[in-house]
């Protein structure tokens, strides 16, 4: 069974979102890191990238295929996870935590309120 955090939110598309203030979190969720298996390239958003919520942000390339990873909000990428470039894994290792693809600065906290609770999200996965 995936591993579903209580604290976060997720998205239809797999991603979870980690609300930290006006900033954002995300990343895969187990689910979908398990789905991928072996994870062996990451390309990441540029930071200063203005996004709306479901677009295209990055694309996760594993030995099975290729994946895009849509933002779950809309607001600018103010940070990126730099260790993937070097250590892809990651994502399968630990995709909660050293795994997280990018920040954003949310710029509608409105849609917050249209993401997954953890109860919706399981529902879809099982």
């Not at 930290?20 to 689910?31: E, L, N, P, S, Y």
């Not at 890191?33 to 996004?51: A, C």
């Amino acid at each position: 069974m995936s591993e579903i955090r209580d604290n976060l939110r997720y998205t239809k598309t797999h991603e979870w979102v980690d609300i930290r203030g006006k900033r954002a979190r995300v990343g895969i969720t187990d689910h979908a890191q398990k789905e991928l298996t072996d994870i062996v390239f990451v390309e990441l958003p540029e930071i200063g990238k203005e996004v709306k919520k479901g677009e295209e942000v990055c694309t996760i390339e594993s030995v099975k295929s290729v994946e895009e990873i849509y933002s779950p909000l809309t607001g600018k990428i103010v940070a990126v996870n730099e260790d993937l470039a070097d250590s892809p894994e990651k994502i399968n290792k630990s995709p909660y935590d050293e795994g997280w693809l990018f920040e954003i600065e949310i710029q509608n906290e409105g849609e917050i309120d249209e993401l997954l609770t953890p109860e919706d999200y399981k529902k879809i996965i099982s």
